[in-house]
Nanobody
Framework: VQLVESGGGLVQAGGSLRLSCATS????????MGWFRQAPGKEREFVAT???????YYTYSVKGRFYISRDNAKNTVYLQMNSLKPDDTAVYYC?????????????????WGQGTQVTVSS
């Protein structure tokens, strides 16, 4: 199983980025997908999750700014990030969990990508 994130980079506050996570080696439609992030010196934290049926859930700090989506034909999950703030600076990871619910804990997930850096300058 492989999860490969892309789309990170440096952006000014107020800007947007779209992260992608391409998966292989799993039956994508059987998995809930999640995005997490980890800033230097902090624990990995939940950002957003999407079920196999495209139900979504977000952490409070990104509601209305970030949007998670999935394309089951492409085995890919996305995170559209708008109105970015310096506090959003972190390494962003995607993760996969076989199941039918929404999952918010890092230990819930079965597979992880290597992460992509997002840096928001003020």
């Amino acid at each position: 199983v492989q999860l490969v994130e892309s789309g990170g980079g440096l952006v000014q506050a107020g800007g947007s980025l779209r992260l992608s996570c391409a998966t292989s080696g799993l039956t994508f439609s059987n998995y809930a997908m999640g995005w997490f992030r980890q800033a230097p010196g902090k624990e990995r934290e939940f950002v957003a999750t999407i079920s196999w049926s495209a139900t979504t859930y977000y952490t409070y700090s990104v509601k209305g700014r970030f949007y998670i989506s999935r394309d089951n034909a492409k085995n890919t999950v996305y995170l559209q990030m708008n109105s970015l703030k310096p506090d959003d600076t972190a390494v962003y990871y995607c993760a996969a969990k076989r199941g039918t619910y929404l999952y918010t804990g890092p230990t819930d997930y079965d597979y992880w990508g290597q992460g992509t850096q997002v840096t928001v300058s003020s």
